[in-house]
Each structure stands twice: as C-alpha cells, then as structure tokens.
C-alpha cells in the first residue's frame, strides 16, 4: 500500500556533507508525519528528525544545527540535509511514515535503509 524509497546514501569524511532522499508511493493520507530513524552499530534505533505536513520539525540533540529535515508534499518526498558529519553519524538511516486516520487510527511504514559511513 505504501513503499519508502530512500537514496543519497554512501561514504563521506567527517565534516563533509550528504543529502538523503525519500520518495513514497501509494495511499499517502492528508494528515501524516514523515522522519528519519538511524541504527548504529550496537545501539538501538534513534530517531533523528521528523517533520509535519505543514512543515513542524524536532530534531535529536544530537543533531541540531548540522541536520535539516525537510519534505516537498507535491513530490511526497522527504529529504535529510546532513552538514559537518561525524564519526557517530555512522548507521543505516530508514525513512518513516505514519499515516494519521480518524478514530485515532496510525499505520506505521518504514524503507529498507541506506547506509552513511562517515570517516575520521
């Protein structure tokens, strides 16, 4: 019903920059939310940030002030701008997308992940 189509990722040296993508398919609701999630070796899944139809963002305090979510809703596509890279960057990122309903219904889609391995 849904796909999460990710791209961008690869290998760049600490301070360097990447730029993900995410492109979904299918049933997208009116009402949804749209984020970046990463899992780094040896540690548990973290969200990175996250973004709203009209553009609200939070943001893991880890990353505030390198990273930038940002979402093109005619495309349905959500991009993660990612500056001044650092070693603990490194991890596969997934795209996610939450489907909000009435009745306080949520579907929950994730992509398949791309990996960043940021040099030191």
């Known amino acids: 019903q849904v796909q999460l189509v990710e791209s961008g990722g690869g290998l760049v040296q600490a301070g360097g920059s990447l730029r993900l993508s995410c492109a979904a398919s299918?049933?997208?609701?009116?009402?949804?939310?749209m984020a970046w999630h990463r899992q780094a070796p040896g540690k548990e899944r973290e969200l990175v940030a996250g973004?709203?139809?009209?553009?609200?963002?939070d943001y893991a305090d880890s990353v505030k002030g390198r990273f930038t979510i940002s979402r093109d809703n005619t495309k349905n596509t959500v991009y993660l701008q990612m500056n001044a890279l650092k070693p603990e960057d490194t991890a596969v990122y997934y795209c996610?997308?939450?489907?909000?309903?009435?009745?306080?219904?949520?579907?929950?889609?994730w992509g398949q992940g791309t990996q960043v391995t940021v040099s030191s």
């Open positions: 973004i709203s139809v009209r553009g609200d963002t």
């Open positions: 299918g049933s997208i609701f009116s009402i949804n939310r």
């Open positions: 996610q997308l939450i489907n909000f309903a009435s009745g306080h219904r949520w579907d929950n889609y």
